[in-house]
């Protein structure tokens, strides 16, 4: 059964910084396109970031600039960090892989971000 597993978040202030980290097990972790997903209180879960497995990645615009996806392929880890964070930064951040091939997807059970004074 594939794991994803993610840590990081917590309660920050405005303009402070996060990251966040996805630990994957039991896949073929170079085989996978890695992404980070989020969902507000009421709203849909939205895109936040990729990252391929060739590396290259791509941001929703409210975060570009902001945010920064990373992964390890020897570590087997995909990382947010997210900097000047923002109240509508606030949601439950999920870690998404899914196979280049069949484009099977897998999902983690989420960490919960708050942005607040």
């Known amino acids: 059964q594939v794991q994803l597993v993610e840590s990081g978040g917590g309660l920050v202030e405005p303009g402070g910084s996060l990251r966040l980290s996805c630990a994957a097990s039991?896949?073929?972790?170079?085989?996978?396109?890695m992404a980070w997903y989020r969902q507000a209180a009421g709203e849909q879960r939205e895109l936040v970031a990729t990252?391929?497995?060739?590396?290259?990645?791509n941001y929703v615009d409210s975060v570009k600039g902001r945010f920064t996806i990373t992964r390890d392929n020897r570590k087997n880890t995909v990382d947010l960090q997210m900097n000047s964070l923002k109240p509508e930064d606030t949601a439950v951040y999920y870690c998404?892989?899914?196979?280049?091939?069949?484009?099977?997807?897998?999902w983690g059970q989420g960490t919960q971000v708050n942005v607040s004074s």
């Open positions: 990252i391929g497995v060739g590396g290259v990645t």
């Open positions: 039991r896949i073929i972790f170079g085989l996978y396109d």
């Open positions: 998404n892989a899914k196979a280049v091939t069949s484009r099977r997807a897998y």
